[in-house]
């Protein structure tokens, strides 16, 4: 089930989409799961499930970065349950995929300050859904005892079980965004340029002594390195230089885009300024075949379509028209090295769509492979 106007609407029927307001530029629900639910969903108590912008085809928010790509360690207190406890590994996959497909558009300052946030909004809420989870047997109910506690409901997935209350982001003092709980007739008053001052961040906390390095945290030749997302995750880590497409960190240099002239990642690259008048600018990035491991080919290849956003340039991030999947290789990428081993291409597709291509502008993931093979 997708959000919908108060009421469950099952994926394929038309959902009331979101509107942020003139001068809002970030919108969302904060999702709180009841426990009524089945599967995943049916818990002893209710839990968060997480802060989603509205971004296309959801709703009109933007969708903005992050201002840092460093990751968070361990799981955030709000999450942190007997569930949780029970399995480890379902529950990182879990925190993964919410920053990955939501936190990542919600402009936070880093992926810490997001879930820190989510634990922040949900607190009082989920004490009015635990207060009232035993004697309320249903979602209408316990949604009825957050209305009258003055909280606004956007929709009720009366499936899952899941009550989703709206929300919207201001400009907080260090540039990140923070996220408030408010109707959606108040999104201008509450979070537009005329609303109320966010409150100024607390004072960073000294930083722990560093530790010594072990071999997992290092990058050796020919050993796969700590694992990552971005190649900001390897910054810090003995040896190593990038994040390769493996999804662990690399200590082999990547010729990156600079003033028409080769720069090696780890040495500083010249940001890419798209202009007044451009909400898109990036790289189309080939490999030649001649580098090594998986960028060692027999013959040149495209590697992909990667929008400049900050901190490598000025790019807006700007969500497809359409979350619909792909499905197949693309023609430009389907080759012998793709067929040899089609479960590591489907990943590095994943990968590329899920970093760069979301990020891109296009009606759909199909429709921005599409013009990576055209244009290359």
């Known amino acids: ?57 959801y709703g009109d928010s933007d969708c903005l970065s992050p201002l840092s790509s460093s990751d968070m360690s361990g799981v955030p207190s709000c999450y942190d349950n007997d569930e949780s406890k029970a399995d480890p590994s379902h529950e990182m996959e879990f925190l993964d995929h919410e920053w990955s497909k939501h936190g990542k558009c919600a402009g936070a300052a880093s992926e810490k300050s997001y879930f820190d946030q989510i634990c922040s909004l949900s607190q009082d809420p989920l004490q009015i859904l635990i207060k009232h989870h035993a004697s309320s ?83 050796t030749p ?34 990156v885009h600079a003033a028409n002239k080769t720069t090696s990642v780890g040495k500083q690259a010249t940001k890419m300024v ?30 992909g379509l990667w929008p400049q956003v900050p901190p490598y340039g000025d790019s807006d991030c700007l969500s ?6 792909m499905s197949g290789v693309p023609s430009c990428y389907d080759n012998d090295e793709s067929k040899a081993d089609p479960s590591h291409e489907m990943e590095f597709l994943d990968h590329e769509w899920s970093k760069h291509g979301k990020c891109a502008g296009a009606a759909s993931e199909k429709s921005y492979f599409d013009q990576i093979c055209s244009l290359s």
């Not at 919108?27 to 499930?49: I, M, N, Q, R």
């Not at 201008?188 to 004072?203: H, I």
């Not at 497809?320 to 999947?325: A, E, G, I, M, T």
């Open 1 to 57: 089930a997708v959000h919908a106007a108060n009421k469950t609407t099952s994926v394929g029927k038309q959902a009331t989409k979101m509107v942020c307001g003139n001068d809002v530029r970030l919108c969302g629900v904060l999702t709180l799961e009841s426990g009524l639910g089945s599967g995943y969903y049916k818990h002893k108590s209710p839990s968060v499930h997480g802060l989603w912008p509205q971004v296309p085809p």
């Open 137 to 219: 047997s249903t979602i209408d109910a316990l949604a009825a005892d957050l209305r009258q506690s003055g909280y606004a409901i956007h929709e009720i997935d009366e499936e899952e079980g899941q009550v989703m209350l709206s929300a919207c982001a201001v400009k907080g003092g260090d540039g990140s965004s923070v996220w408030k709980l408010a109707a959606e007739t108040d999104f201008n008053k509450v979070c537009g340029s005329a609303g109320p001052s966010p409150e100024p961040p607390a004072p960073p906390a000294p930083p722990a002594p560093p530790a010594p390095p072990s071999p997992e945290d290092t990058c």
């Open 222 to 255: 020919g050993q796969h390195g700590p694992p990552c997302s971005h190649d900001s995750d390897c910054s810090g880590h003995e040896g190593c230089l990038r994040c390769a497409h493996s999804g662990f960190c690399t200590n082999q240099p990547l010729a």
């Open 274 to 303: 798209c202009g007044n008048d451009v909400r898109l600018c990036g790289v189309l990035t080939l490999e030649s075949g001649l580098g090594s491991g998986y960028y060692k080919h027999k013959s040149p290849s495209v590697h």
């Open 320 to 325: 497809p028209l359409s979350s619909s999947d």
